[in-house]
């Protein structure tokens, strides 16, 4: 299984994630304490962005959400709204029921060590 999840995250999905999660930190909602951090502008929720790898990565599990037996990743770098987002997954060789997961925007790797394993 070989999967590409490909989106653009539009400019308001910092405050919608906001809202749901309670997480109103000012490096998602304003532009000017974002820069204030060093960052290029607001960024995207991290979880938002495991989210998204946990999605391409169990597609093929939808119908039975149960078989997912694990996830992990590091966070290595901040995804900002607007610009593409990519997400790869392919097969570990070492253990056939763990997917590897990349997730890149403007070429940088936003995750690391990103790992689900599903039940056979």
């Given at each position: 299984?070989?999967?590409?999840?490909?989106?653009?995250?539009?400019?308001d999905?910092?405050?919608?994630?906001?809202?749901?999660?309670?997480?109103?930190?000012?490096?998602?909602?304003d532009?000017?304490?974002?820069?204030?951090?060093?960052?290029?502008?607001?960024?995207?929720?991290?979880?938002?962005?495991?989210?998204?790898?946990?999605r391409?990565?169990?597609?093929?599990?939808?119908?039975?959400?149960?078989?997912?037996?694990?996830?992990?990743?590091?966070?290595?770098?901040?995804?900002?709204?607007?610009?593409?987002?990519?997400?790869?997954?392919?097969?570990?060789?070492?253990?056939?029921?763990?997917?590897?997961?990349?997730?890149?925007?403007?070429?940088?790797?936003?995750?690391?060590?990103?790992?689900l394993?599903?039940?056979?």
């Amino acid at each position: 299984m070989t999967e590409r999840l490909r989106t653009v995250p539009a400019a308001d999905v910092p405050a919608r994630y906001a809202a749901v999660s309670g997480d109103a930190s000012g490096l998602h909602l304003d532009e000017a304490a974002a820069r204030e951090a060093g960052l290029p502008g607001v960024i995207l929720h991290g979880l938002y962005t495991f989210g998204l790898a946990v999605r391409a990565a169990s597609a093929d599990v939808d119908d039975d959400p149960r078989r997912i037996r694990s996830v992990r990743a590091q966070f290595r770098a901040p995804g900002v709204p607007g610009a593409e987002m990519v997400v790869d997954v392919e097969p570990d060789p070492a253990d056939p029921a763990a997917r590897i997961i990349h997730v890149r925007q403007d070429g940088a790797d936003l995750l690391r060590n990103a790992v689900l394993t599903v039940e056979p």
